[in-house]
Structure formats: C-alpha cells, structure tokens
C-alpha cells in the first residue's frame, strides 16, 4: 500500500469521525522522535498463511485456528489471549490504548510491535514507547509516512494488521476473533467496527482474495469512501 492509494479513504475517514490531519500528524512525529528505522525482512510472510487475529469474544473458541498458521499477529489485547494459552506472537499491532505492558515486554522479548501513532495517544506514545525495546518496534501512521514510521494503510488494530500482512507479503490471510456485530462495543467502537469491515473488502478487492469473514455480510458494506 503506498500513501498515494490510501490518503483519500484517510481523507474519508477523518471526514467521517471529524478527525483533524494535524493530530494524527503531530503524533506521528512525536513517534519518530522514538523511531528507528525496522528491518521489514524479518517479518517476511511470503509464501505462509498469517493469523490476522482479532480481540473479539469469538478468540477463547478459536486460539487453535491461530496455532495452525505459520505467522500470527495479533491486534491490541488478543496477543494476551494467545499468550495465556501458549501460543506464540510474530507480531502484535497496538494503539497504545490497552495492555501496554504486554507490548513493552514483547519488545525486550525481540518480538516486534507496530506501534501506531493516531491524533488520540499522543501522551501515551510520550509516555510508553520509550520503555520499549526500538529495535524490535515497528513505528506506524495513517497519516503520510517520514522517516521510521511507516504507513502500510488500516484504521484499526485488527484491519491494520492485515494490511501490515499484505505489505509483507502474506500469501493468505487468516481471520481469527473477529466480531464484527459484538454487542458489548459502545457506539465509537461499532463505527470503527464498521469501517474496518469496509476496509477489509477493500483489501479482499486489492488481493483476489475472498476472506470467509465476511462471507455473508459483502452485499451490505458500504463502500462509498473505498477505489474499488
């Protein structure tokens, strides 16, 4: 995903949550302060089937689904899931938001983590991403890419995860804990639900490939703010 494709759905997401450009971008700066540059080789997922694995309520039935794929990344708090029940972690994608100790610690771990810049966390990047281990931290953005942070496109920690995947070159994706119609969400969540949804059939378009997570649900995504 190069910035010049996702800056207008960006543009339609800021649009949409009344975002400001200026956040989003002040945070990512303020990252790459933090940011050295990460050797996206290690991560290499050509060829293997990734684990795109969700924190929904559906994850404590379908840890084993992760376990049988070759690469697993983990959004927010489904790596403490995985963990718990001794399954490994390749990658965990984190706002900063939930269980930053976990992603301190995978870090010093050398497991890496795509910590994401957005307008909302700019006192948590001050505050934690010091603590973690540069070296195994992959600095993301959905704002225009400089310098150490990266921007491989995705709004949430789950999408992003998956377009994180793409980028490295995931010949298939896996859709592990993913609820899109969890009714314990309040109503910012259930948008940003919303539009990782419209996000992901985008991705779907963009590879050729069906994800049988939104079998069922295809014919009722709106996708207004998506070039497909």
């Known amino acids: ?74 959004a927010s708090t489904a790596a403490d899931t995985l963990l718990d029940a001794g399954i490994g972690v390749d990658c965990m994608v984190t706002d900063l938001d939930k269980n930053v100790e976990t992603a301190r610690a995978l870090t010093h771990e050398g497991v890496p983590v795509a910590a994401h810049a957005h307008g909302d966390n700019l006192p948590a990047i001050e505050r934690e991403v010091p603590g973690f281990d540069p070296e195994n931290t992959l600095a993301t953005t959905q704002a225009a890419p400089v310098e150490a942070v990266y921007n491989p496109g995705g709004f949430t920690d789950g999408d992003r995860a998956a377009f994180l995947a793409d980028h490295l070159g995931a010949e298939r994706l896996e859709f592990v804990g993913w609820d899109f119609d969890d009714p314990s969400v309040g109503p910012m969540k259930a ?31 709106d996708t207004w703010a998506i070039p497909i």
């Open 1 to 74: 995903m190069n910035f010049e494709s996702w800056e207008p759905v960006y543009e339609a997401i800021l649009d949409d949550f009344g975002f400001g450009r200026e956040a989003d971008e002040r945070a990512r700066d303020r990252l790459a302060a933090f940011a050295e540059p990460f050797e996206f080789g290690r991560l290499d997922c050509s060829r293997r089937t990734v684990a795109v694995v969700g924190a929904g309520p559906s994850l404590e039935e379908e840890t084993e689904v992760a376990a049988d794929c070759g690469v697993v990344f983990a």
């Open 191 to 221: 948008r940003k639900l919303l539009w990782a949804e419209r996000l992901l059939y985008w991705l779907e378009q963009r590879r050729g490939e069906r994800f049988p997570v939104l079998d069922g649900r295809r014919s009722g995504i």
